[in-house]
């Protein structure tokens, strides 16, 4: 039997709980107020690139759903202790685990790495050969990160009382999955560092702009996931669960979210400058497309 998560490890004083807790409930509260956002904020772009709003949609919802059952397996694996002041695990519950995130990712990547795509102007060749690329690399990255993610705990020594005496962190398959994940994560990082180059010689005015600073998010981000993986390496206990639930949850909303709104801006400079024009008008909206 695998050793449960870094994160059931310690017990946590109430600040600790309560900052990983409250963390995932802005975290998936955040993706909630995003899907509304893009679903009355769709017909502000010309036809031919809702698809990337559409996306948007989807991976609001994936992402709300599950990071609200990561919040519900946070506050179900622990209990509060009155006699040590501090939230213990609670073995007749399911241990805390990282996996609905990767669940998540699994199907939110590959959305993600769609949605700039229906955005710059490449070829249906070309698009249709990103894509499978995009899927391919984007879901092996999740995949392999997911199984490594079940050896960060290598070892798990325990009292008579079941208490936990010692520990043994990130055993050799832990490095070596996640070496493999690291392979397609650059794959990815390259794929769309050739994309954002390409799309800011051909996009008008200030969009070339904005995709430049899409570029630089898309980096940023991404780069906080593979920092949270490791970061049971540095063993600082219970503030490095709260550190890296904050990393994820960081990441998370800057790689989909504020990336998903940068997109759709994109999108509508491209639909001004095509010409088409978006009104508002008493009992509803309404989206004109000049001829």
């Known amino acids: 039997m695998l050793p449960p998560s870094y994160e059931n490890l310690f017990s946590y004083n109430a600040m600790e709980f309560y900052m990983v807790s409250h963390t995932l409930t802005v975290g998936f509260a955040i993706m909630l107020a995003a899907l509304f956002y893009f679903i009355l904020t769709i017909r502000t772009v010309a036809p031919r690139y809702r698809i990337s709003s559409v996306l948007s949609v989807v991976v609001m919802v994936s992402a709300f759903l599950i990071l609200?059952?990561?919040?519900?397996?946070?506050?179900?694996?622990?209990?509060?202790?009155?006699?040590?002041?501090?939230?213990?695990?609670?073995?007749?519950?399911?241990?805390?685990?990282?996996?609905?995130?990767?669940?998540?990712?699994?199907?939110?990547?590959?959305?993600?790495?769609?949605?700039?795509?229906?955005?710059?102007?490449?070829?249906?060749?070309?698009?249709?050969?990103?894509?499978?690329?995009?899927?391919?690399?984007?879901?092996?990255?999740?995949?392999?990160?997911?199984?490594?993610?079940?050896?960060?705990?290598?070892?798990?020594v325990r009292g008579e009382a079941g208490e936990i005496l010692s520990y043994s962190l990130a055993g050799t398959p832990f490095f070596i999955w996640g070496a493999i994940s690291t392979l397609f994560f650059f794959h990815v990082l390259f794929l769309i560092y050739k994309i954002v180059q390409e799309a800011r010689k051909e996009l008008p005015g200030n969009a070339a702009t904005v995709m430049g600073t899409i570029g630089v998010l898309f980096f940023v981000s991404w780069f906080l996931y593979p920092g949270a993986y490791l970061m049971p390496l540095w063993d600082e206990g219970a503030m490095s669960?709260?550190?890296?639930?904050?990393?994820?949850?960081?990441?998370?909303?800057?790689?989909?979210?504020?990336?998903?709104?940068?997109?759709?801006?994109?999108?509508?400079?491209?639909?001004?400058?095509?010409?088409?024009?978006?009104?508002?008008?008493?009992?509803?909206?309404?989206?004109?497309?000049?001829a």
């Open 68 to 156: 609200f059952f990561q919040q519900q397996s946070w506050e179900n694996a622990f209990m509060w202790d009155e006699t040590q002041q501090l939230f213990i695990r609670d073995e007749a519950a399911l241990p805390f685990s990282n996996g609905y995130r990767y669940l998540n990712w699994l199907i939110d990547v590959p959305m993600l790495l769609l949605q700039i795509l229906f955005i710059v102007e490449i070829t249906k060749q070309r698009r249709a050969s990103l894509r499978n690329w995009f899927f391919f690399s984007g879901s092996m990255m999740i995949v392999t990160g997911y199984i490594g993610q079940f050896y960060e705990v290598s070892e798990v």
């Open 241 to 290: 669960v709260v550190g890296r639930q904050i990393t994820f949850t960081v990441a998370d909303v800057a790689s989909k979210v504020i990336y998903g709104i940068l997109l759709a801006y994109v999108a509508q400079i491209r639909s001004n400058h095509d010409g088409y024009v978006y009104e508002e008008i008493e009992g509803g909206n309404e989206g004109l497309e000049a």
